[in-house]
Every structure is written in C-alpha cells, then in structure tokens.
C-alpha cells in the first residue's frame, strides 16, 4: 500500500486461476489490519465468490495475521498443528545453528505459524510459513504465504487438495485467445469493435481488454463455449480490418518470434542510449546463447571509436546521435562479433541533453545483414529510457 513494494501474487495466481477455467473477478491489496483483511473476505463472500486466494501475512512476527482472520471469518478456533509444528522446526533447525541461535527461543517464535484453523488442511511449508485450504459455509478459502518463491510451488499442492478440486470441477470451460498489434493506436481498435458489433455480433457474451505494453496493443478475448462463434466473428473482423498491424494470433510474443527468426543466424548488438536494454531483452529468452554473439555498451564517444571501429570525423560531423553513427555502430558489431545480423542504438533518453534538432527521445537505430541489407529509423519515442 505503501508503494515500495508490488505485487507479483495476484498477476500470477490470476492466470493460473484462468488455466483452471476460473473467472477472476476482484485482486484486493489490503494491508496488515485485522479489521480491514476482514472486510475483504467479507466484501468477496457479499459478491458470490466461490474461491478465495490470499497471499501473505503468515510469518511469526505479531504484523502477521491472516490466519487468525481467516479462521474468524471462517467461523473456526486456531489451534496447535503439533506435527506442522515440527516440520518446522526441523527447517528452522539448521538455520539456527547456522546462525549460531538459540534453537529453542527460534521454535518458540515461530510456533505462532503451526497455528492452523480447526479443520483445515496444510500444505507443507517452503520456507517456513504453511499454507492452508479452509472451508467456510459455501466457499473455500486458500491461505498462502506471500513470497512468490514460497507461493509458486506450493499453489499446485493447494490445487490438489479436495475442497479446492470441488470448487474447480464446477466450473465451465473458459476459452481465450490473445491478438497483438503494432503500429495502430488503441482508438482503432475501440472502432473496429463497434463496428463488428453494429454489424450484428453480441459482443457482451465477451471479455475482450486492449492493453498497451511495450509499445505492442494486446486484444484478449476471453468467452464460453456458448459465444464460441462471436469470439471468432471478432477474430476474423480484426483480421480483416488490421491484418497489416497483426503480428500474432495466438498470443505468441515479439520476442519469441525474433528468436525464432534468428535461428541460424550470429546476432551482435550495438547500444548507446540503452544501455544493453536490448540485449537483456533479447537474452531474457532461455537458448539466446545459440544466435547471439555479443553486445557492445559504447556510451561515451571513445567506445564507439575504440570498441566498434566507428570514424571519430563522423561524429563531429553528424554526432553521436545520429543515423549516420547508428549505421557504423551496426557494421562495427557486424564486423567484431562476426556476425551476420546487427542492431545498433544511439539515441539520447534524457532527461537532459535534448536540442531543437535532436529533442530528448530523439533515437537512431539500425538493423543490418553482413550483405548490407540494413533497415534505418529515427523516431522521436515519448517517455524515458525503457520506453
């Protein structure tokens, strides 16, 4: 609540929750207040939910409270879980003597944790907080701790567990597919909707969202087996409408299809403004080590000159910022790296430094083939440096 941290858990259990045909309909932040953790789960039980998932707030300090809370709205006592209590002891065990702590003072601490609603079941602990699956009147309520890397492996043991199989058999199939776009503003879309509605499509059998990200429009359609039909009507309009700016159907990202274009292929990169950027983008993708040879940070003037061969007359004639440069920083990784395919950045992201010529966002990039093939741009880009 306070800014400093995000959450990572709700993204996360919301499109695991969508693979089970689940319909997320509400992610609550709330903060570490009894009164207010409790008027959330009671805001959900007011709206129908029949699942709840809640992250956090099952550590042993007295800010931890979730359980509690839990087993109140569950109508049901905490009480001692004496064999969850020595599952963690053991994991705290080592830790103590690791630290060279006392084991005792430590396993009182932490006893608070083994503290679990009557009747409900835990889930073995990751690190040493154990998730809980509790059943409260007509919904399930699942209790896990809130680290994403405590969270992520336990989330599938919580699925598996009884009460939450009985939730999820009763729900109906929930389709999807993910449209994304480059080059047409989100208006665009807004009117091609409109106008495959007007033209006799019930588009509210539909969950369609548009999200601008990374520069790329995501359209996500999300329906029943009933609206199958209109979910493709939709498809097919957006096709026909946008073919030229749809460069995936299947939700398949840029990425993944750069990387499947660069099979074969010896890639090395050139940045200025971006500081390596592009190459922690493009090595963010498991295998990039087959196609890509190397990266070049040449901030200053000197690296351009030293590290890619770049003509010292050419950037007092045009500048660093300029595509000129931008095409000798392309044919200096071409030739360093030995390869076949190149990318070069140079560009000023500001927030100072900007002109009348060449304003701040004002960025040269230069894609190139060893055959001399290349594909210059430069744009004037709003916003900062990752943009």
Not at 51 to 69: F, N, Q, R, Y
Not at 102 to 126: C, F, L, S, T, Y
Not at 199 to 227: F, K, N, Q
Request: hydrophobic share 40%; with cysteine; net charge negative.
């Amino acid at each position: 609540l306070n800014g400093r941290i995000s959450d990572l858990n709700g993204p996360w259990l919301s499109e695991r929750l969508g693979e089970l045909r689940v319909d997320v309909a509400h992610i609550l932040v709330v903060g570490d207040r009894p009164a207010d953790l409790e008027a959330a789960l009671r805001f959900l039980a007011g709206e129908g939910v029949d699942l709840i998932v809640t992250s956090g707030g099952l550590g042993p300090t007295a800010d931890d409270l979730t359980a509690e809370v839990v087993a109140r709205f569950s109508g049901r006592d905490l009480v001692l879980d004496e064999g969850m209590e020595e599952k963690i002891a053991r994991i705290l065990r080592g830790f103590a003597r690791r630290l060279r702590l006392n084991e005792d003072a430590v396993r009182e601490a932490n006893r608070k944790q083994a503290m679990v609603p009557e009747g409900a079941i835990a889930i073995d602990p990751v690190g040493t907080a154990p998730g809980l699956v509790v059943t409260a009147d007509a919904r399930v309520v699942v209790v896990l701790p809130g680290p994403p890397r405590e969270l992520q492996p336990m989330w599938p043991k919580a699925v598996e567990t009884a009460p939450v199989r009985e939730v999820l058999d009763r729900a109906r199939p929930l389709r999807g597919y993910t449209l994304r776009l480059f080059g047409i503003p989100e208006s665009e879309i807004a009117s091609s909707l409109r106008e495959i509605e007007t033209a006799g499509a019930d588009l509210s059998a539909l969950e369609i969202t548009t999200c601008l990200r990374r520069g790329e429009i995501e359209v996500d359609v999300r329906y029943r087996d009933e609206a199958s039909s209109v979910a493709e009507s939709v498809r097919e309009g957006m096709i026909e409408r946008h073919g030229r700016f749809l460069f995936s159907l299947d939700g398949e990202t840029i990425d993944s299809q750069v990387a499947g274009l660069l099979a074969g292929h010896r890639l090395g990169l050139a940045e200025s403004c971006s500081g390596g950027l592009l190459a922690a983008r493009i090595t963010s993708l498991p295998g990039a080590s087959a196609y890509l040879a190397g990266s070049v940070v040449a901030y200053s003037d000197e690296a351009k000159v030293d590290l890619l061969g770049v003509d010292s007359t050419l950037i007092e004639r045009h500048g660093a910022v300029s595509p000129q440069v931008a095409e000798a920083m392309a044919r200096g990784a071409i030739e360093r790296f030995d390869a076949d395919v190149a990318v070069s950045i140079t560009g000023i992201a500001g927030p100072d430094g900007g002109t009348k010529d060449k304003p701040v966002g004002y960025v040269c990039f230069n894609a190139r083939l060893a055959d001399g093939t290349a594909i210059a741009r430069d744009p004037v880009i709003p916003g900062g440096r990752e943009d």
